[in-house]
């Protein structure tokens, strides 16, 4: 997993579709959970108001969800289950909307109950699962293994509703089901709660034939402990639960059919229909049922029939489909709710009265919506959020509207965006500049300075769009693909704007365009296949500008495209499960086959192959590098393998695999059943704070090495303002960090060779940490990353992160010595929880936290707990007042880029830190409560942090010295923010707002200490560095005389420094505790130890 | 050039109006014919409610080989279950002619056909719901309710031309190994399963591996039809495969129910290719 990569979405107008197939409300009635046909989940936040607002978009699944229900006991984790189409299952973390636990099981589940006895059970409980196929299945709620299953001794079948039944009376729990052919069974749950660990056949205990079709839903009457409602499509019945007599028959009228219902009150309950009507019933003792039957001899017994009491039904009754709910709470703050969601993703909700309401004559009257709500509505009114990445294009669009982009694809060689337009104009434009424009303040400036072309050639909307050189490098650069509509494919060059040339397929819509990769060496290397609407395959073939042949006797939609590189064939596989096979030489249907034989040829490995409705997992960088594993040993293979993930173009998925090495990367994403996308800017942290580091001096500021003398001046000048702040420093470190800025600089004249050394060292170490670390399986990327662009995405990923409005003069600083814009409204940020599952906030996110409604001026802030966290890491930080801050404005640039890598490096850390595994967590949280710093390296679980010191370490690589005590409470802190459930975005914007702060503390104290107080020689400020630490340790000593360890480990430092200044380095004794401690407990990483002590050398001589 | 031009406004209101009388009167056209094709379908699975009731006919199917005469086969089919079974089996060594049956009182599902079934049901019901008097809106909701249908079709037809593939020891524990009389000796393994049209019959002959055994103990893995020599661990004892019979019958109402799910895939398909040539219309228009 690639916890660094930080994703912001760029929405644009419209919502994306979200058909609701399924609705819950939260124990808490704080959210409202949706699944939809599309694939999402969707979190809405429910204000103690009963309002709705749209709160996050959670990707995971690939196929429809079928049904949502809650996985834990609410009031401990709020965690609630996903079941998809295809079998996968997710537990899902409503507070901050990441996966906790996934798996696909092949079972394709309708409805899940879940079931925890706190006195017999340990472990999470169970979710009771019933869908297509025999019985209920027992799945553990934490780990998503089944555990066992409920068997029928009878005729099982398929089960399709069922209730848990918590009878008071006789203190035992039940489970009440009724089969598709409408056998009613129950099985016992408490009691059997043994023989299931002990993995026994548990079988029903009753059952009974209800003699009705299609159950929706089974109710038990808890007010009464005796009636049971069981609701069928076309009646609803209800029973005697003692003896399972039928009480009541009420038949539909009118064609409605029924979908659900609930009992409300003891004899009183609610239906509802497909088409979102619902009717409250009283249910009365007929008490007529002995003089109907006089003379019969079966045994007497009351009938009873329902008398309406009020109704309630969807807006303007469009009679589309919809789902329902109804919630029921007999505890004050929560409200009896009526919910409904719909097929076109509007949420109605009902506040349902406990008097029911009548009209003037006293018949029943209509219970009127208390609130409706659509994704589009949370868009519409917060237009400022939902950007689109190439909005500002409407402006030359002489005013009919934005532009609707249907296709694009980003290609991160270029750094440009290529938006197909429904218009049938191709628009590209620089991506990064187009992101700023739409996000930031401001950036409606460069909206009209903003370079982008357009390619003008399609006559319908372009849905299709390949970038060939990002799949083989062998192609040329200029050269882009698309197709349209109107069956047209165009070869373009995009420096030119040329026309290369159309293609003219015949075959309807171009739906996707494809190519094999790099690896398939063969002569048709060059070769793009274009699906059609028509489910046809075209050949192209690029270089020659041929069209080779179209294979068009698919009956059903393509699924994949497979390639025998041999024999050169085609092979087709379709929506039907049939293959066809193609001889591409002729263009002749070689072969049709279809069953097991089609599905053995599509298994056989050694062809290539292709989906174009490929599926892509955002976040996924194991995945990635799974896939160039997977290419390098077998080189046949094109394309990483499909995974399951959100519905994408694949010809980006591809793209986006290839060449992720860059820090930036847009993502354009489109759903199911549309064509309009939207787009993600993904942010690696990792590879920003790695390619800062390793450009900043030459990059940023390409002069210092032209103009010696001046740059001598400036670093001279900067240490020895460091040498009179330092006084007040505790720690040295970031100044350290500052003086090392400058150090390869001004010792380039005296010690050209061994600062190369340096960084020769460096580089090394960078790389052995990558081959020691299994992720990182892909060599350094060679392609060097444009450096401007760089500190540009990085400066984007602040602005985003920053809370703007807290405080008006530290914006106005952050604007002037950041040189980083104010944001136009809050951005939509992503958070992935492992490769294929991450959550998108929705725009209006900020609306939901009521406390925030007040202020308008907090653009972007991620919740009020943020500023308390980053006023705690602030007083953590102990009187850092000076830290970096040693350089100056004179140097702005290189103040800037070292500011921001500095933050940005810290990000990297917290984002380490509170992403790191709860298990391993604990480990270094225990240690750290211990309170020693050298206890940590002792407990197992602290390699990870104990990586991530050395990982901060090497970032810092010859900037620091040491990780500084402060550094350790502050990773205490974090660590500590983790444990009480901080999101991360919460805990990077409280980072970043607190070191902020501290940075432009400095900036404003500046005017201050910027006098120089003598002059010293460059080899005396050495000395003077060392010194003004001596003394803050003796500070300290004086401070904190029974901190007695981080004494030890700073006076041995000390030690060191003036150890190794005279370059004595053999004399292990001497080294710093920490050091030591750290070379021998760590056998896993002996390769350090060299290093190590390089770096200690080289930092300090 | 020979492309087509952006549409007119003329051309634009023809394909609106031809895209409606899609909506309104094709889609329900075929959304009917579907329908009727698989209510037959779901007649031939007779399923319960659908107009017989009590309990399900019972027909008996003659099982057979083209090749030796070994194992012969009575099966009695009663809707989705197995209610009787006669099983002859002529030992290859000895020629003795062992005899088995199912107890009275048991019934062994088939759950391919209840799967396909329940499959086909669900798809009715999902017809069922729109019926003439609902109306269609935009395309996407009807390529969602084909969408639909199609996923329940395809799996009604996987379950019956995709058996299970079971490994050994999962049939030594099946329910089916003991609902024999006289109970099976322990070196037969029997399983049934639906392969297409034809209810197929495997009886497993075993005999057990010497522990000492020179041989490669290579457990076999899943398999729809295990072949002599495949190996497994049952209990304490590794087996073998000695001989494998099988012996097939074709249910003719299964080949109905397999062509009426070929012809309603087809048909829905169809009806996503008309919506689809008019996506560039419905497309963006919402809900």
């Known amino acids: ?1101 | 050039m020979a492309t087509a031009m952006a549409p007119t406004s003329v051309e634009r209101a023809v394909l609106e109006e031809e895209f409606r009388w899609l909506l309104h009167d094709e889609v329900h056209a075929v959304l009917r014919q579907l329908q009727d094709i698989l209510k037959e379908a779901s007649l031939r699975f007779t399923l319960p409610g659908s107009g017989m009731e009590g309990p399900a006919k019972q027909e008996n199917f003659i099982l057979g080989s083209s090749g030796t005469d070994q194992v012969k086969g009575v099966l009695t089919l009663q809707g989705d279950a197995l209610s009787q079974a006669d099983v002859n089996l002529k030992m290859p060594r000895n020629n003795q002619l062992l005899h088995f049956a199912f107890r009275e009182d048991k019934q062994w599902k088939l759950q391919q056909i209840q799967d396909a079934r329940n499959h086909v049901s669900q798809a009715i019901y999902l017809l069922n719901n729109r019926d003439e008097s609902y109306q269609f809106r935009t395309g996407a909701e009807v390529l969602k309710l084909m969408d639909a249908v199609m996923l329940q079709l395809t799996r009604a037809r996987n379950r019956l031309t995709t058996p299970a593939t079971l490994t050994l020891p999962e049939i030594a524990a099946s329910g089916l190994t003991r609902m024999f009389t006289p109970a099976l000796p322990s070196d037969l393994l029997v399983n049934v399963y639906i392969n297409l049209n034809k209810l197929c019959l495997t009886v497993y002959q075993l005999h057990a591996l010497q522990p000492n055994s020179t041989k490669n103990f290579r457990p076999a893995g899943g398999s729809v039809l295990h072949s002599p020599g495949a190996m497994f661990e049952w209990g304490s004892q590794r087996l073998e495969v000695s001989h494998v019979h099988k012996v097939e019958s074709v249910i003719p109402w299964l080949n109905d129910a397999l062509v009426f799910f070929t012809v309603s895939l087809q048909l829905c398909q169809q009806l996503k290719d008309k919506i689809s040539v008019f996506s560039s219309y419905w497309s963006y228009r919402p809900f």
């Open chain 1, 1 to 1101: 997993m690639r916890s660094s990569l930080q994703a912001v979405a760029l929405w644009g107008k419209k919502a994306p579709l979200h058909s609701i197939t399924t609705i819950m409300i939260t124990d808490d009635q704080q959210t409202i959970v949706t699944g939809s046909q599309e694939g999402q989940l969707c979190l809405w936040s429910l204000s103690p108001e009963l309002k709705i607002s749209a709160k996050e978009l959670l990707f995971g699944h690939s196929a429809s969800v079928i049904c949502v229900a809650k996985a834990r006991d609410f009031s401990k984790e709020r965690y609630v289950v996903s079941a998809a189409e295809n079998g996968e299952m997710c537990v899902w973390n409503v507070t901050n909307g990441q996966c906790v636990e996934k798996a696909t099981l092949p079972y394709r589940h309708t409805a899940i109950c879940y079931y925890h006895c706190s006195f017999r059970m340990t472990g999470e409980g169970w979710l009771l699962c019933c869908g297509e196929y025999q019985d209920i299945l027992i799945i553990d709620a934490k780990t998503l293994v089944l555990v066992h299953t409920f068997t029928s001794s009878q005729s099982p079948d398929w089960i399709s509703c069922m209730c848990i039944v918590h009878s008071m009376r006789i203190q035992e729990d039940s489970l009440l089901v009724v089969s598709v052919t409408g056998e009613l069974k129950v099985w016992d749950l408490s009691s059997s709660i043994n023989s299931i660990q002990e993995k026994q056949g548990v079988y029903e205990k009753e059952s009974k034939f209800l003699d009705s079709l299609n159950c929706r839903t089974i109710r038990f009457c808890t007010y009464t402990e005796r009636l049971l409602l069981v609701v069928f499509s076309r009646c609803w019945k209800v029973y005697d639960y003692c003896d399972f007599s039928l009480l009541r028959t009420e038949v539909s009228r009118g064609g409605q059919l029924f979908a659900g219902g609930e009992v409300l009150a003891a004899h009183r309950i609610i239906i509802w229909t497909e088409d979102g009507h619902s009717y409250i019933y009283q249910l009365l003792n007929s008490g007529l049922s002995k003089s109907i039957y006089p003379a019969d001899g079966r045994v007497l017994r009351e009938t009873i029939y329902p008398h309406l009491l009020c109704s309630a039904s969807v807006q303007e009754n469009k009679s589309l489909p919809c789902v329902m709910g109804y919630m029921n709470e007999r505890k004050e703050p929560f409200y009896k709710v009526l919910f409904s969601g719909e097929v076109s993703g509007r949420i109605t909700l009902w506040h349902i009265p406990d008097v029911p309401v009548t009209k003037f004559d006293g018949s029943p009257g209509e219970i009127t919506i208390t609130t409706t709500w659509t994704l589009q509505d949370n868009f519409d009114k917060q237009h400022i959020m939902s950007q689109s990445i190439i909005d500002y294009f409407s402006g030359f669009k002489d005013g009919a509207g934005t532009v609707v982009v249907t296709s694009s694809v980003y290609v991160p060689s270029l750094d440009k965006l290529v938006c197909g337009c429904e218009d049938g104009n191709i628009i590209i434009t620089q991506a990064l500049s187009a992101a700023k424009a739409g996000l930031l303040e401001g950036g409606s400036l460069l909206k009209d300075s903003l370079p982008h072309k357009v390619l003008k050639g399609h006559h319908q909307s372009v849905i299709s769009l390949l970038y060939p050189h990002s799949l083989s490098s062998k192609l040329d650069q200029s050269w882009l693909v698309s197709g349209d509509q109107d069956s047209c494919v165009i070869m373009w060059d995009i420096f030119t704007e040329e026309i290369l040339h159309k293609f003219f397929l015949e075959a309807g819509p171009v739906t996707s365009l494809l190519m094999p990769s790099e690896n398939f060496r063969l002569r048709s290397n060059q070769v793009v296949f274009c699906v059609c609407g028509d489910h046809s395959v075209a050949l192209l073939h690029l270089e020659e500008k041929r069209f080779l042949f179209c294979a068009r006797k698919h009956l059903f939609p393509v699924k994949v495209i497979k390639w025998h590189p041999v024999e050169n064939f085609l092979i087709v596989g379709c929506a039907d499960d049939s293959v066809y096979i193609w001889e591409i030489e002729t263009g002749t249907l070689e072969r049709h086959e279809t069953g097991e034989r089609a599905r053995i040829i599509l298994n056989c490995d050694d062809s290539q192959f292709l989906k174009p409705e490929s599926v892509l997992s955002v976040a996924s960088e194991t995945h990635k590098h799974k896939s160039v594993e997977q290419r390098s040993s077998s080189s046949y293979q094109f394309g990483p393998m499909p995974c399951p993930g959100l519905q994408v173009e694949s010809s980006c998925k591809v793209a986006d695999a290839k060449s992720f090495s860059g820090p930036f990367n847009v993502l354009p994403v489109k759903t199911k059943w549309s064509s309009i996308g939207f787009h993600i800017l993904l942010f690696d942290l990792e590879s920003l704070v790695e390619l800062l580091l390793s450009t900043p001096v030459c990059d940023s500021d390409p002069s210092n090495s032209f103009y010696p003398s001046e740059i001598l001046r400036r670093a001279r000048s900067t240490v020895e303002k460091k040498t009179l702040t330092l006084k007040r420093n505790k720690t040295a470190c970031a100044s350290l960090s500052a003086e090392a800025q400058a150090r390869p600089v001004s010792e380039a004249l005296t010690q050209g060779e061994s600062s190369i050394l340096v960084l020769e060292e460096y580089e090394g170490i960078k790389r052995q940490k990558k081959l020691k670390s299994s992720k990182k399986t892909h060599p350094t990327p060679s392609r060097k990353f444009d450096a401007n662009l760089t500190i540009d995405a990085a400066k984007l990923l602040l602005s985003c992160l920053l809370p703007w409005g807290v405080d008006k003069e530290l914006d106005n600083l952050c604007i002037k010595h950041l040189n980083i814009l104010k944001l136009q409204g809050p951005v939509s940020l992503g958070l992935a929880s492992n490769e294929d599952h991450f959550s998108l906030m929705l725009p209006g996110w900020d609306v939901c936290n009521a406390e925030m409604k007040k202020d308008y001026s907090k653009v972007n802030l991620f919740s009020r707990k943020v500023l308390d966290l980053s006023n705690k890491y602030t007083s953590t930080l102990p009187n850092q007042a000076g830290t970096p801050g040693g350089l100056e404005n004179n140097c702005d640039a290189l103040y800037e880029s070292n500011t921001i890598t500095y933050l940005l490096r810290r990000l990297f850390l917290v984002n380490k830190l509170v992403n790191m595994p709860v298990d391993v967590a604990y480990g270094t949280n225990s240690s750290f409560r211990m309170d020693s710093v050298h206890n940590k390296v002792k407990s197992p679980g602290n390699d990870i942090l104990h990586i991530l010191s050395f990982y901060s370490y090497l970032r810092n690589g010859k900037n620091e010295s040491h990780l500084p005590e402060a550094d350790v409470s502050l990773l205490k802190l974090i660590s500590c923010w983790r444990d009480q459930s901080v999101q991360v975005t919460e805990a990077i914007q409280a980072v970043l707002l607190a070191e902020v702060q501290q940075h432009m503390k400095t900036l404003r104290k500046t005017p201050v200490n910027s006098e120089p107080g003598s002059m010293n020689e460059n080899g005396n400020c050495q000395m003077m560095q060392i010194q003004p630490k001596m003394e803050c340790t003796e500070e300290l000593e004086l401070q904190c005389i029974t901190d007695s360890l981080s004494l030890q480990t700073s006076a041995s430092l000390v030690k060191h420094d003036s150890d190794s200044n005279s370059a004595n380095f053999q004399d292990t004794e001497d080294m710093p505790d920490r050091c030591v401690v750290k070379e021998s407990e760590s056998p896993g990483e002996p390769m350090h130890r060299s290093w190590i002590a390089k770096m200690c050398f080289c930092k300090l001589c």
